[in-house]
């Protein structure tokens, strides 16, 4: 040390000055990268003491990861060939507890401009990385949102058009199969069909995930929904997991959102598939039950919806919560906590329930409780006896295959491609008992804007609408009941029963 008392007094009070400071970890390195000084902002930011830190290598600070892949090394070389090295990035405390630290490493030289060592200044900013991360996080949530309004507005208006085009194959094909006893002919109608329900279940699914619509229920076969869902269930599993099923034919009808349906069971399969470390099953299974008030105070029939994995199992504490919205178990990242959330809802909302069972290390299962509907027995398809149909229906192709699927059923019908052409048919007919009219449609009067005009002249007369176009949907707090595109024979068939 010189014997120049200014020096002296200069270098205490630089080490009274640095060893006050608490918020910034400042020490010295030799050019070999060992620690060679020590202020109380280190000690309080990384835990090391200075007497059991002064001669270890600062490599001790960096992460496994980080030191295998020559990190630290990489410091000192840049910093001593170019004058500085800065870097943000995770480092270690004493107790093996990572932070987020914003670092600078400074080549020192002497009054000769000989390097003698390394200046070290570390922040932690865990605080505010954690900030930017829930503020990136927000901005991903924001422009994600964005992406599905945009997509939404693009598929609701494409929505329409190919609803009509699979209506129009799906009821063709109805007929069709309804004319003939040739097997050949009907196991190609079948294919047909299948691949029309295939095409209108995705517009369902873009529908329900860019619009995130209120319910819109319709009454469904629960064993034919959940057959044509195992295919997209299959599309959400690794080929390491085993998808098997157990849905009986004879499970009585229930009334729900049969988008809402799938993306329920897309929901839960997810999670079951994340629960899985490597190879196992997942079961969907279906039974028809009644429940007394043993669960949820549910009473009366219902269809029991399951889905098994062959995972790690929740623990009571996190089965209690898993309900919750937002609450996820998930890293970082990889859930939104919202999957069982709009599970739950829709259970709720269709007038059921859900149970969680599980234990840790065998797996889980969630069960939705749908009710049952018994108000329609026998023969879906009833011929009903000289009733009067006011069909309105722009698409040439598609009113003439309706037509038909009425007249089939029994129906007496009158058809108008436009609002006009029915108030027209209206003043011409002597007598009518069902308006069922698309929502969409040129010439400035939509289809709930006719039934209107119609209700006041007739007040009474039963209405039955449809629309493959989601945003008529969210518009309007429609008072009439609504039959979603792509429709079946069948569909149809139920909801003219219900009207009349």
């Known amino acids: 040390m010189s014997d ?35 202020n109380v902002g280190a000690e309080r930011i990384k835990g090391y003491s200075r007497e059991e830190i002064l001669g270890q290598h600062f490599a001790c600070f960096f992460t496994e990861e980080d030191r295998l892949g020559g990190k630290p090394d ?7 060939n170019g004058g500085r090295f800065q870097d943000e990035g995770w480092r270690l405390r004493k107790d093996g507890t990572r932070f987020w630290a914003l670092t600078v490493l400074e080549a020192i030289y002497d009054k000769q401009g000989t390097l003698i060592g390394l200046a070290k200044i570390t922040r932690d900013i865990t605080e505010r990385h954690e900030a930017q991360q829930r503020l990136t996080e927000a901005r991903e949530q924001l422009l994600q949102s964005q992406k599905l309004e945009a997509l939404g ?34 196991r190609q109608f079948e294919a047909i069909r299948n691949a029309a329900d295939h095409g209108g279940s995705i517009t369902r699914q873009l529908l329900a995930f860019a619009r995130r619509e209120p319910l819109r229920t319709q009454i469904i076969d629960p064993s034919e929904t959940l057959r044509s869902t195992l295919q997209l269930l299959k599309q959400s599993l690794r080929s390491d997991l085993q ?31 994340d629960a899985i470390a490597g190879a196992g099953t997942i079961h969907l299974s279906a039974v028809s039950c009644e429940l007394q008030e043993e669960f949820d105070g549910l009473r009366g029939r219902f269809v029991a919806i399951g889905l098994s994995d062959s995972g790690c199992g929740i623990s ?27 599970v739950y809802g829709f259970a709720k ?13 065998r797996g889980t299962t ?30 040439v192709n598609l009113a003439q295959v309706c037509k038909d699927m009425l007249e089939m059923m029994g129906f007496q019908v009158t058809l108008a491609h436009n609002a006009t052409a029915a108030m027209q048919s209206l003043n011409q007919l002597t007598h009518v008992d069902l308006l069922f009219s698309d929502i969409r449609m040129p010439g400035g009067t939509n289809g709930l804007e006719l039934a209107n005009r119609i209700r006041q002249r007739l007040p009474e007369l039963p209405v039955l609408l449809t629309t493959g176009f989601s945003e008529a949907q969210r518009r309007e707090a429609l008072i009439y009941p609504l039959l979603n595109k792509p429709y079946t024979y069948e569909s149809l068939s139920r909801a003219l029963q219900e009207l009349l």
């Open 4 to 38: 120049n008392p200014a020096f002296q007094l200069s270098s205490e009070n630089y080490e009274v000055l640095v060893n006050a400071v608490v918020d910034y970890a400042i020490y010295m390195l030799d050019l070999n990268g060992h620690v060679i000084s020590w």
């Open 74 to 80: 990489d410091a000192l070389n840049i910093a001593k």
């Open 366 to 395: 969630v069960t939705l409780y749908l009710p049952a509907r018994t108000q329609y027995g026998g023969e879906n398809t009833a011929r009903p006896a000289a009733k009067h149909v006011l069909l309105v229906e722009d698409d």
């Open 153 to 186: 507005q693009l598929t609701g208006g494409l929505a329409h058009d190919f609803n009509n085009l699979l209506t129009i194959i799906r009821g063709a094909a109805d007929l069709g199969s309804r004319q003939t006893a040739d097997e050949n002919l009907l």
């Open 243 to 273: 998808l098997t099923s157990d849905i009986p034919s004879d499970l009585p009808s229930i009334e729900v959102d049969p988008s809402q349906l799938e993306l329920s069971l897309l929901n839960l399969a997810v999670n079951a598939r």
């Open 316 to 342: 009571p504490e996190v089965a209690q919560r898993v309900f919750e919205p937002f609450f996820t178990t998930k890293q970082f990242g990889q859930g939104t906590g919202l999957g069982l959330s709009q």
């Open 349 to 361: 909302q269709s007038g059921g329930g859900v149970r969680l069972q599980s234990e840790p290390g």
